[in-house]
T-cell receptor, first 113, second 112 residues
């Protein structure tokens, strides 16, 4: 069975500092990996995805993520955090050939001015 | 913004009432999903559909039911609402395998 782990319930970072939100996964075969962001009282918005190819994926709002097959990780990163980045972030995985997406438990990112 | 809409955005209703949460998408996506999310917490898949007349229960047991009579419409119904149904309900749609899902704004349901 597929699974996604986001080991940190909350990440605090100072504005202007680099940020990392961690995600590891367990799936058979080649995964499709996604990051979504959720602002208060809103649905989820797509940030970026890894399907195949370059391990470094660039997405919306200056975010990027690195796919590491040996460590089964897909950490979300941004070089310089903004206060407006404060939100809930979800990692998700879909095994190739399967339809259902599994979401992680979410990580609350707090960027401190 | 994605073309997927949920109504109502907020609903407060008494115990025992029947309610239907609406979800519509104009993107022609074949796959649609309902998730339940408690505030600031993880998403639980409660129903999904891979096309018209196809519905399946998700990972989290739910007393709700769904129907998919038209591609664009995926309503969720609670026959008799209870306070334990208080939650946020998110609808999503997608097409293909490597394509991301698009989410509606959500319906925040409170049963009193």
């Amino acid at each position: 069975a597929q699974s996604v782990a986001q080991p940190e319930d909350q990440v605090n970072v100072a504005e202007g500092n680099p940020l990392t939100v961690k995600c590891t996964y367990s799936v058979s075969g080649n995964p499709y990996l996604f990051w979504y962001v959720q602002y208060p009282n809103r649905g989820l918005q797509f940030l970026l995805k890894y399907i195949t190819g370059d391990n470094l994926v660039k997405g919306s709002y200056g975010f990027e993520a690195e796919f590491n097959k040996s460590q089964t990780s897909f950490h979300l990163k941004k070089p310089s955090a903004l206060v407006s980045d404060s939100a809930l972030y979800f990692c998700a995985v879909r095994p190739g050939g399967y339809q259902k997406v599994t979401f992680g438990t979410g990580t609350k990112l707090q960027v401190i001015p | 913004e994605a073309d997927i809409y949920q109504t109502p955005r907020y609903l407060v209703i008494g115990t025992g009432k029947k309610i239907t949460l609406e979800c519509s998408q104009t993107m022609g996506h074949d796959k649609m999903y309902w998730y339940q999310q408690d505030p600031g917490m993880e998403l639980h898949l409660i129903h999904y559909s891979y096309g018209v007349n196809s519905t399946e229960k998700g990972d989290l047991s739910s007393e709700s039911t769904v129907s998919r009579i038209r591609t664009e419409h995926f309503p969720l119904t609670l026959e008799s609402a209870r306070p334990s149904h208080t939650s946020q309900y998110l609808c999503a749609s997608s097409v293909g395998q490597g394509v991301e899902a698009f989410f509606g704004q959500g319906t925040r349901l409170t049963v009193v």
